[in-house]
Nanobody, 124 residues
Framework: VQLQASGGGLVQAGGSLRLSCAAS????????MGWFRQAPGKEREFVKA????????YYGDSVQGRFTISRDNAKNTVYLQMNSLRPEDTAVYYC??????????????????WGQGTLVTVSS
């Protein structure tokens, strides 16, 4: 499976960006798509994930209400719509995929395939 992320860039605080991640290769109908991010000097952080059926998984309040994850199964593409961006959202954003076994959605080590990352910079 190959993942190609795009859509990052520089935006002012309060602005919006939409990230895309297109999957190719051995894809199927039992794969979870997830977004992670890694800010400079910090560990990789789980953002959100979405199952094939469209169920979304998230933890914490840092992005809830501002970030929306969605997927187009026909296009094998997952999106991350990011609104009301803050400087603390600045990070490299990675998409990843794993087989859906009902657990481990927020654990980066459970994901076997990763995109190359796309940089999001939010200026204050």
């Amino acid at each position: 499976v190959q993942l190609q992320a795009s859509g990052g860039g520089l935006v002012q605080a309060g602005g919006s960006l939409r990230l895309s991640c297109a999957a190719s290769g051995r894809t199927g109908n039992n794969y979870v798509m997830g977004w992670f991010r890694q800010a400079p000097g910090k560990e990789r952080e789980f953002v959100k994930a979405i199952t094939w059926s469209g169920r979304t998984i998230y933890y914490g309040d840092s992005v809830q209400g501002r970030f929306t994850i969605s997927r187009d199964n026909a296009k094998n593409t997952v999106y991350l719509q990011m609104n009301s961006l803050r400087p603390e959202d600045t990070a490299v954003y990675y998409c990843a995929t794993k087989e859906d076994n009902g657990s481990g959605y927020s654990l980066s080590k459970r994901y076997g395939y990763w995109g190359q990352g796309t940089l999001v910079t939010v200026s204050s």
